[in-house]
């Protein structure tokens, strides 16, 4: 289910927390937070004027270790509502003056994702067109013998077969073309920052016609021309302006940006060094989360409403730590729960797309059916509990290490051999784990 913010009314924050809760395990607090969070934007669109543009987004500041769902919320959420998202590490960026990203680049970054999102869904509704553009130049090249109709029969059912994917394995010659851009303009964007060069810039058709467009014929497999035309066909019904306009609208009002690793910019008492970068960044960071015009290549975005949800362990440092200014522009703060056995064994067997549910179906492609016994599951909650608390504590991502461990020979030998069914018991997850984990030496290589 996805929606979008005009149709956020549906969304209360108590079917928000529900949709959350069909792939996240427990953290009721930062999936409330984050549900308010949303639900307050659909309140400012509909308060009086004056009021709209002095209420600011409730920015958010999650607290807990590596793997506990921090980045899944914010993303699984983004999804819900069909809202740009963009994950960024915050050690990537430094201050201006310093070498690397400026925090700026996060919203060109922003940009870029709202107008693939938007892009997506203009596509769809002119998808039917562009397919029988795509069907014509196809079926030329494969039957030019067969009348371009659309009330002729075999025409039709070509066409069908076409887009069933029928022909994908044949070889076809298409026409392609591409954009040359003179030397020059790399050497004079090489300069830039890299979230900002020469090649960045969006412009006008007079001089972007005015690079030469080179045309060639080249072979290549159906299905891959297929996929190329039919995004090519599809541009051509979209309205290059109208995707724009849209695409930095849903940014400024819907936008999220994910701030991982926010501990680290989290600078000491030094007054040299790598700390006063990390200082930098944070100063840096303000206007952005406090609200401020970036220039994109799609032009001026504005972020006084973007939602930044800002993630972090904070164990050697607190979110007081920050510079007093950006602690008030994160008035949220919500700390996540550490993952145990109990959680573990939730997760792959109450989320929607377990990894149980994943694996599942990549055996499926091979014809075989695959399947965890109740205490398997159990067993492997347990080891990966055990692994967390004797090593590093890497959450819910400790589970694709222990599940890659258990299936690694099946995933290995089953194209090879006759099998339809693998049944995967205590027994099977004690022989496989059970000596990684007695070894703790070993066990930090493996496991």
Known sequence: MAIQEKDYGALTPRKIVKELSRFIIGQDDAKKMVAIAIRNRWRRLRVPNDFKKEISPNNIIMIGPTGVGKTEIARRLAELIKAPFVKVEATKYTEVGYVGRNVESMIRDLMESGISLVKMEMMQKVRKKAEQDVSRILLKELYPQVIEDEENETFIKLREMLFEGKFDDREVEVEIEETTTPPMFGVIGAGFESGMDLGDLDLPEPIKNLFPKKKKRKKMKVGDARKLLLEKA????????????????????????????????????????????????????LPIVEGTTVATKYGPVKTDHILFIAAGAFTKHSPSDLIPELQGRFPIRVELSPLGEKEFYRILTETETSLLRQYEALFATEGVSLKFTDGAIKKIAHYANLANERMEDLGARRLQTIMAKILEDHLFEVPDIDVKEITINARTVESKLAKFIENEDLSRYII
């Open 234 to 285: 599809s541009e051509k019904y979209i309205d290059q302006t109208k995707l724009r306009e849209e695409a930095k609208e849903r940014v400024e009002e819907s936008g999220i940006v994910f701030i991982d690793e926010f501990d680290k910019i989290v600078g000491s008492d030094t007054t040299s060094g790598p700390d006063v970068s990390r200082s930098g960044v944070q100063r840096d960071l």
